[in-house]
């Protein structure tokens, strides 16, 4: 039986430094949740201590109904793939993964059928013989897979398991623990600094900020809805472009202004904003929710000039840098548009894809 795993008001410190601030998580049973954020958020404190590997200094950690908070880590019908593979250098590519069968004390036959169905599984059959040594970095990693998986455990967790591989690598592996998590259906913990890792596996996203859980949510709900600049600005790439200035309220519809810089944003309603006066606001838009039309497009009553400063083709996307006024927006266009740098062009946001934040908290107000 599959088990969730819920964390509740986790706190961890070293000396004076607060790594994990009341952390409080429900990870359904069969779901894969990556808890991302950059390097020193508290994220691979957490993982170890669901692992067992680190005790929380308060809070608890529940394996289905279970209270696992004090049960040694070999206890906890968990595996954990590292970073560093942790593979020991000495023993076959066989002898890694059937370490923990025999500490075990597993029937010989039962070894031999779980190593061949997880050499199988993750077509490394061939390497069975080697040592490590004589793997890549993409064999290697495949192998502290197959050591994880061979314990048939309850919850997979990974720490950052990919940084070490090159881009492609990592690609081909995030596929296939996707197709691994598809196929068996176990409760997994992903740790990542990378978001586009985290939007690509995960059926849940933790957003980590400083050991404080600042958002947890689907994929869309993370990217489409960031509950404030941090999530908005960390999640996505090219990073969400941020401008401060201030709404002004007219019949029926919204003008946002920033030094010499004025939109019409359309109607409260599409934004979901209520006539409140707000001092000072920041808009956030995703460099596809900017229309870039074509030149000697005409200008529409929601359009703006905007100058193109750099020009970035990516293969199949282009993104500009718009200078307005004194501010910058990146946006995305069509490969097939050409466009030069210092080309004045008409500029207008995708209607109700403008998100707007509290320019003092940072916190969402539509």
């Not at 779901?31 to 954020?37: A, E, N, R």
């Not at 010499?260 to 596809?288: H, T």
């Not at 910058?328 to 080309?343: I, K, N, W």
Request: hydrophobic share 40%.
């Amino acid at each position: 039986m599959v088990d969730s795993l819920r964390l509740h008001q986790l706190c961890r410190s070293f000396g004076s430094v607060r790594a994990v601030n009341e952390l409080s998580l429900d990870i359904p049973a069969g779901t894969l949740v990556t808890l991302l954020g950059p390097s020193g958020c508290g994220k691979s404190t957490t993982l170890n201590m669901i692992a067992g590997l680190d005790r929380p200094d308060a809070g608890t950690i529940h394996l289905g109904e279970t209270d696992i908070t004090k049960v040694p880590p070999n206890m906890r019908r968990m595996a954990m793939v590292f970073q560093n593979y942790a593979l020991y250098p000495h023993m076959s590519v066989f002898d890694n993964v059937a370490f923990s069968l025999k500490l075990q004390h597993r029937p010989r036959a039962e070894i031999q059928s779980r190593v061949a169905a997880v050499a199988e599984m993750l077509d490394m059959g061939h390497l069975l013989d080697r040592k490590p040594g004589q793997l890549s970095g993409g064999q290697q990693q495949r192998v502290a897979l197959g050591r994880a998986l061979a314990k048939e455990p309850d919850v997979f967790l990974f720490d950052e398991p990919f940084s070490n591989l090159d881009a492609g690598l990592r690609a081909r592996m995030r596929t296939e623990v996707k197709r691994l998590h598809a196929r068996l259906g176990t409760t997994s913990v992903f740790v990542t600094h990378d978001q586009e890792e985290a939007m690509a596996l995960s059926d849940f996203i933790a957003v980590l900020r400083d050991g404080r859980l600042v958002q947890y949510g689907t994929q869309h709900e993370i990217y489409g809805r960031p509950r404030n600049t941090y999530v908005g600005t960390f999640v996505g790439k090219p990073r969400m472009s941020l401008v401060r200035g201030t709404l002004e309220y007219h019949d029926g519809w919204v003008e946002f202004g920033s030094g010499g810089f004025k939109v019409n944003l359309g109607s409260p309603g599409d934004l979901g904003l209520r006539n409140e006066y707000r001092p000072s606001v920041a808009i956030g838009i995703r460099a596809e929710d900017i229309r870039i039309g074509p030149p000697g497009r005409s200008a529409s009553s929601r359009s703006f000039t905007a100058i193109i400063g750099l020009v970035e083709p990516v293969g199949s996307d282009t993104y500009l840098e718009l200078m307005v006024g004194d501010e910058t927006l990146v946006a995305r266009a069509a490969p097939e548009l050409h466009f030069t740098s210092g080309q004045p062009v008409q500029t207008e946001f995708v209607p109700g894809r403008v998100h707007v934040f509290d320019a003092d908290t940072g916190e969402r107000i539509n």
